[in-house]
């Protein structure tokens, strides 16, 4: 009896924990660039990034997965302190969906929706319907979790000295709240946590009074994973987790007050207890929301009170493109390729801090290149969308050739901090794995960068004046680093040989050479198409780096 039991707890939890992963990672491979996209430009105001985070919430089934991006994206300065709030207190209802969800008692549809989402799964062509396949496999676990983990406590109802354990709860609202507490810090997530109180509400382990309190816990606990998230983030970021935590507490203590009667409130919505359970979950975000909103700008400008300090994020926002400037064709090419020149620099800057990384086993200077990515990222997408829209204005000879040949050379910008990221990945290697270098591997790789610092301001000077001699200088550099990288390799080669260099540490060596070189690869593109736009504009993809 009591093996059956473990093993039908342990069991149905870990089938309902797995199932809300697999529902929460199908709809987000299914709309996961929507989803950044959504939250990165539709929270212009509090009540928009209400909305915008109680939409993708619900997606997602995680407001732990939304507050996680919030942070990533006010770490990279795509999103404000005080948008974020906005978005935070729309995911606050957002992931209630699942509590609601789970109230309906879908159990005895679980195997057939199994069915049906593993069928979708393994014979949808489309990536979309895959997604939707995998979410609805969850979406079926969960449940059959859910009548596992069910069917295996009942049996516990009917033992008087069990339920006198849980009508602790009932007497202690303070305990209750801190078990909530601590089982979603634990789990790291609040559906888990609401999902295991209306089991055992639903067999009469607990009754309303005892549920209440845990629900209020879990929502205080469920912020431990944007706190975990914002550890070694900018000063922004960690304030964006602050305020979570802030809204969460403030709100359970004001509800702590009028405990007795919101339990009433609760109690005449439905006889159901699960309803009622998945009920008090939503209402009371829902009231944290209507009382948080209108205070956005107090709270942030509190929060930066709290957390104090002054810090250079990286302005991810483009900051030439002007929209009004469109109407002036000529001042508008002129904007985007000043804006292509800002978001070279911040790549510029993810390669040097990558090397800095690298080299001085700097996990900060690392920490700098994530920031730039989302920026760069972002201005890339800005610069490609303002080109396209200045396409359909009327445009001279010219400056129509020059839109395609811009195109081609944001994105080339954009490969480079791509494969900046990946120099901070090998150096995150190298401090992982405790990888040694020698000062003369260190001193080669110093000199390849110094090279591919130069070729990026003759790039950018290339892009500045337009001329064919600027740009003439950074194909003339590709040479030297082409020479420079076969010279690195034979070098390599003999400290092999010689046994002065590490096997691990030598591919390290080569993959830093190599992403090195494809920079330079890159930034010759760019000095091609300053050279020749129209001709650029006619190069097979296939020929272009």
Same mark, same amino acid.
């Given at each position: 009896?009591?093996?059956?039991?473990? =093993?039908?707890?342990?069991? !149905?939890?870990? *089938? %309902?924990? &797995? $199932? #809300?992963?697999?529902? @929460?990672?199908?709809?987000?491979?299914?709309?996961?660039?929507?989803?950044?996209?959504?939250?990165?430009?539709?929270?212009?105001?509090?009540?928009?990034?209400?909305?915008?985070?109680?939409?993708?919430?619900?997606?997602?089934?995680?407001?732990?997965?939304?507050?996680?991006?919030?942070?990533?994206?006010?770490?990279?300065?795509?999103m404000t302190l005080r948008q974020a709030i906005g978005v935070i207190l729309g995911?606050?209802?957002?992931?209630?969906?699942?509590?609601?969800?789970?109230?309906?008692?879908?159990?005895?549809?679980?195997?057939?929706?199994?069915?049906?989402?593993?069928?979708?799964?393994?014979?949808?062509?489309?990536? =979309?319907?895959?997604?939707? !396949?995998?979410? *609805? %496999?969850? &979406? $079926? #676990?969960?449940?059959? @979790?859910?009548?596992?983990?069910?069917?295996?406590?009942?049996?516990?109802?009917?033992?008087?000295?069990?339920?006198?354990?849980?009508?602790?709860?009932?007497?202690?609202?303070?305990?209750?709240?801190?078990?909530?507490?601590?089982?979603?810090?634990?789990?790291?997530?609040?559906?888990?946590?609401?999902?295991?109180?209306?089991?055992?509400?639903?067999?009469?382990?607990?009754?309303?009074?005892?549920?209440?309190?845990?629900?209020?816990?879990?929502?205080?606990?469920?912020?431990?994973?944007?706190?975990?998230?914002?550890?070694?983030?900018?000063?922004?970021?960690?304030?964006?987790?602050?305020?979570?935590?802030?809204?969460?507490?403030?709100?359970?203590?004001?509800?702590?007050? %009028?405990?007795?009667?919101?339990?009433?409130?609760?109690?005449?919505?439905?006889?159901?207890?699960?309803?009622?359970?998945?009920?008090?979950?939503?209402?009371?975000?829902?009231?944290?929301?209507?009382?948080?909103?209108?205070?956005?700008?107090?709270?942030?400008?509190?929060?930066?009170?709290?957390?104090?300090?002054?810090?250079?994020?990286?302005?991810?926002?483009?900051?030439?493109?002007?929209?009004?400037?469109?109407?002036?064709?000529?001042?508008?090419?002129?904007?985007?390729?000043?804006?292509?020149?800002?978001?070279?620099?911040?790549?510029?800057?993810?390669?040097?801090?990558?090397?800095?990384?690298?080299?001085?086993?700097?996990?900060?200077?690392?920490?700098?290149?994530?920031?730039?990515?989302?920026?760069?990222?972002?201005?890339?997408?800005?610069?490609?969308?303002?080109?396209?829209?200045?396409?359909?204005?009327?445009?001279?000879?010219?400056?129509?050739?020059?839109?395609?040949?811009?195109?081609?050379?944001?994105?080339?910008?954009?490969?480079?901090?791509?494969?900046?990221?990946?120099?901070?990945?090998?150096?995150?290697?190298?401090?992982?794995?405790?990888?040694?270098?020698?000062?003369?591997?260190?001193?080669?790789?110093?000199?390849?960068?110094?090279?591919?610092?130069?070729?990026?301001?003759?790039?950018?000077?290339?892009?500045?004046?337009?001329?064919?001699?600027?740009?003439?200088?950074?194909?003339?550099?590709?040479?030297?680093?082409?020479?420079?990288?076969?010279?690195?390799?034979?070098?390599?080669?003999?400290?092999?040989?010689?046994?002065?260099?590490?096997?691990?540490?030598?591919?390290?060596?080569?993959?830093?050479?190599?992403?090195?070189?494809?920079?330079?690869?890159?930034?010759?593109?760019?000095?091609?198409?300053?050279?020749?736009?129209?001709?650029?504009?006619?190069?097979?993809?296939?020929?272009?780096?």
């Amino acid at each position: 009896m009591i093996r059956e039991t473990i =093993f039908g707890v342990v069991g !149905g939890l870990g *089938l %309902f924990i &797995f $199932g #809300i992963h697999l529902m @929460g990672a199908g709809l987000h491979k299914a709309s996961a660039d929507k989803i950044r996209k959504i939250l990165a430009a539709l929270t212009s105001t509090p009540f928009m990034g209400m909305l915008v985070g109680a939409g993708v919430t619900s997606l997602i089934q995680s407001s732990s997965a939304t507050t996680v991006m919030l942070v990533g994206f006010v770490n990279a300065g795509l999103m404000t302190l005080r948008q974020a709030i906005g978005v935070i207190l729309g995911a606050d209802i957002g992931t209630t969906i699942t509590a609601q969800l789970i109230a309906f008692k879908l159990t005895d549809f679980a195997l057939p929706i199994i069915g049906l989402g593993m069928a979708m799964n393994i014979f949808a062509k489309k990536k =979309f319907y895959k997604s939707i !396949g995998e979410f *609805l %496999f969850g &979406f $079926g #676990i969960l449940f059959l @979790g859910l009548k596992i983990l069910t069917g295996s406590v009942e049996p516990f109802g009917a033992s008087e000295s069990v339920r006198n354990a849980f009508i602790i709860f009932s007497k202690s609202p303070i305990t209750g709240i801190a078990t909530g507490m601590i089982v979603t810090m634990i789990v790291q997530s609040s559906s888990v946590t609401v999902g295991l109180v209306l089991a055992l509400a639903s067999t009469g382990l607990i009754d309303l009074s005892g549920a209440i309190p845990l629900i209020l816990g879990d929502n205080i606990g469920t912020c431990i994973t944007a706190l975990l998230a914002s550890m070694g983030t900018t000063i922004s970021a960690k304030r964006t987790a602050i305020a979570h935590v802030t809204v969460k507490v403030i709100g359970v203590v004001l509800l702590l007050i %009028f405990l007795p009667y919101y339990q009433k409130l609760i109690a005449a919505t439905t006889t159901n207890i699960m309803r009622q359970c998945a009920n008090a979950h939503t209402i009371f975000n829902v009231m944290i929301t209507m009382l948080f909103l209108p205070l956005v700008g107090v709270l942030a400008r509190t929060i930066e009170k709290v957390v104090p300090g002054k810090e250079t994020v990286v302005e991810a926002g483009p900051k030439h493109l002007e929209k009004h400037l469109l109407n002036t064709p000529v001042l508008a090419l002129q904007a985007g390729i000043h804006e292509t020149i800002h978001t070279l620099g911040l790549v510029k800057e993810m390669i040097d801090d990558s090397i800095e990384g690298f080299m001085e086993n700097d996990i900060k200077a690392l920490d700098k290149v994530s920031q730039g990515e989302e920026a760069v990222d972002s201005l890339r997408m800005a610069v490609s969308n303002y080109l396209v829209e200045l396409m359909q204005r009327e445009l001279s000879e010219e400056e129509s050739k020059k839109i395609p040949s811009l195109l081609h050379i944001i994105n080339d910008v954009e490969r480079i901090g791509d494969h900046a990221e990946n120099l901070r990945d090998l150096a995150e290697r190298k401090i992982d794995e405790k990888l040694p270098f020698s000062k003369m591997a260190n001193s080669e790789i110093r000199q390849l960068q110094g090279e591919i610092d130069e070729m990026v301001e003759e790039a950018i000077s290339a892009l500045k004046t337009n001329e064919v001699k600027e740009a003439q200088k950074v194909i003339e550099r590709e040479s030297r680093v082409n020479l420079l990288r076969n010279k690195l390799n034979q070098n390599h080669v003999k400290r092999l040989e010689d046994g002065t260099c590490k096997v691990l540490s030598g591919i390290v060596f080569l993959e830093m050479v190599s992403n090195l070189e494809k920079i330079g690869d890159h930034l010759t593109n760019i000095g091609q198409a300053v050279i020749s736009p129209l001709q650029w504009e006619h190069i097979e993809e296939g020929e272009r780096v």
